[in-house]
Nanobody, 118 residues
Framework: QVRLVESGGGLVQAGGSLRLSCAAS???????MGWFRQAPGKNRECVAS????????YDGDSVKGRFTISRAIGKNTVYLQMNSLKPEDTAVYYC????????????WGQGTQVTVSS
């Protein structure tokens, strides 16, 4: 069974930085991993994603130039470096994995809260 465990969330002032980590265990045959977020009253949105084999990345428009996704293959871990944080970045951030053979992101972590104060 695959398990994703996020860490690194917390409270930060606007303009600050945080780094989220997501460690995967189990059958880690992934096509891609990503970070989604959901703020109260809003739909879940894709923040960033990375193709596991090539390292190709995608960044959502709202975070381009501020957030960077990366991976450590040997550690089965994906990171999200978040800089220049804004109050509108406040949300629960979820790590997710798209397993090889699946047609979508099918494994989800429990989520970690990020709160940015103004």
């Amino acid at each position: 069974q695959v398990r994703l465990v996020e860490s690194g969330g917390g409270l930060v002032q606007a303009g600050g930085s945080l780094r989220l980590s997501c460690a995967a265990s189990g059958r880690t045959f992934f096509y891609a991993m990503g970070w989604f977020r959901q703020a109260p009253g809003k739909n879940r949105e894709c923040v960033a994603s990375i193709v596991w084999s090539t390292g190709d990345t995608y960044d959502g428009d709202s975070v381009k130039g501020r957030f960077t996704i990366s991976r450590a293959i040997g550690k089965n871990t994906v990171y999200l470096q978040m800089n220049s944080l804004k109050p509108e970045d406040t949300a629960v951030y979820y790590c997710t994995a798209h397993q090889v053979g699946s047609t979508e992101y099918n494994i989800w972590g429990q989520g970690t809260q990020v709160t940015v104060s103004s």
